[in-house]
């Protein structure tokens, strides 16, 4: 059984500084990434990764700010935040999916079939 687990969320003021974890259990996954759910919000994926080495994808809204990565060997995906904004509040989501997804979609949480329970960011201003 797949099990995703989130850690490292919080509060922190803005331009503050957060690494998220996650530590993936069950299963050597083809994609891994990042989402987050705001107040009132859809689902917006933020960071995608191809396991092993592979390319990174960022959302515009993180691009340059949020930094995707992964230890294969500790099966654990990391994202480093930096100049966090009110905006980025939200509840950030770990996804795996077991199937190959094209770049163009590695973004859209439907392609996805194994979550996390989430952890909370809070930036307050």
């Known amino acids: 059984q797949v099990q995703l687990r989130e850690s490292g969320g919080g509060s922190v003021q803005a331009g503050g500084s957060l690494t998220l974890s996650c530590s993936v259990s069950?299963?050597?996954?083809?994609?891994m990434a990042w989402f987050r759910q705001g107040p009132g919000k859809e689902r917006e994926g933020v960071a995608a990764?191809?396991?092993?080495?592979?390319?990174?994808y960022y959302s515009d809204s993180v691009k340059g700010r949020f930094t995707v990565s992964q230890d294969y060997a500790k099966n654990e995906m990391y994202l480093r935040m930096s100049s966090l904004q009110p905006e980025d509040t939200a509840m950030y989501y770990c996804?795996?999916?077991?199937?190959?997804?094209?770049?163009?979609?590695?973004?859209?949480?439907?392609?996805?079939?194994?979550w996390g329970q989430g952890t909370q960011v809070t930036v307050s201003s």
């Open positions: 996804a795996a999916s077991s199937s190959l997804i094209e770049a163009r979609s590695v973004l859209e949480p439907g392609r996805y079939n194994f």
């Open positions: 069950g299963y050597r996954t083809l994609r």
């Open positions: 990764l191809y396991p092993r080495g592979g390319s990174t």
